[in-house]
């Protein structure tokens, strides 16, 4: 189980002592690692009965002109830059904060892909 509970080192490499075992309200879930392809969701349960749109692969971005104060649909070409991980960018994967080429111009990710379901971004 992939779990967001407190290190059981301490940075000395010490370790602490387990208070108690791993807990559901402690679990986590491996990241969606959004690529740039055509659309791909898929819907996860989260805790208290809600749901979040995993967004797999997507090719359009809603992208945000501040001239204007407008959204408007742009194809995403590619990664310019992700400051999360330099290997994404090889990989194509968008997270919040990287830098896409869309058809529009470069835009920077203001969503988060994986746990929204969709790719917004404003013009730069």
Do not use: C, W
């Amino acid at each position: 189980m992939i779990s967001q509970a407190k290190s059981l080192r301490k940075s000395t490499g010490g370790r602490y002592k387990a208070i108690r075992k791993k807990r559901l309200f402690e679990a986590g879930r491996i990241p969606s690692h959004t690529k740039v392809e055509e659309k791909k969701l898929k819907k996860i349960k989260t805790r208290g009965g809600n749901q979040k749109l995993r967004l797999l692969g997507i090719d359009t971005a809603n992208v945000l002109d501040k001239k204007t104060n407008k959204y408007s649909k742009a194809k995403i070409l590619s990664i310019i830059d992700n400051s999360a991980n330099k290997q994404f960018i090889r990989r194509n994967i968008i997270t919040k904060g990287a830098i896409i080429n869309t058809d529009k111009g470069n835009a920077r990710v203001t969503s988060r892909p994986g746990q929204d379901g969709a790719v917004n971004a404003v013009l730069i």
